[in-house]
């Protein structure tokens, strides 16, 4: 995108959201009927839609962003309960109606998703971590034959290693000298 189409007379700016889940994508941005946007289809909320949190960084350092989707139906939320939507992708776009240009401000992984309900309409409020914050986590996955086993229960590859540890390797010479 570039900087004499933001700084012109007018434009009018959008964001865009894709969320990938199991039973298949759901995509929206901030304007009204539907609009495609590299090859997909994303269903305009309007002012339902609200995105925080988005910072332009220099480093590496880890952010989250907040997606917001107000006035939701309640028959509408059901997805939010059945669905599971932790550690699924998350993708934030921002682009330019005018232009048709589209540029990819965040992406991540969805963290919690809050959804609070009147019995009329609900809020789903889902943050998101970038793929930062993910490399932060703690695994609870273990480099041992047990912890191999437990996913792949045929390999040995890992029986082998604790007889490794105190074995002498002889590297570069015969053993005679």
Known sequence: MSRTTLTGPQFQPFYA???LL???PLRFWTGYDTKTIGGQTYNGIGGLLSISGIEEVTDLSAKSA?????GIEST???VAFTEPVQYRVCNIYFGLRDTGTVDQVFGGQVNTVDISDDGQTGTIQ???DSIYITLDRIRPRRYTSESQKS??????FFDWVSK???KQVVWGR????
């Open 22 to 24: 199991d039973s298949g």
């Open 17 to 19: 959201v894709e969320l």
């Open 174 to 177: 015969s053993e005679d000298s």
């Open 76 to 78: 509408s939320l059901g």
């Open 66 to 70: 907040t997606v917001t989707l107000n």
């Open 126 to 128: 889902i943050s998101v």
């Open 151 to 156: 996913r792949y229960s045929s390999d040995t």
């Open 164 to 166: 490794l540890q105190d």
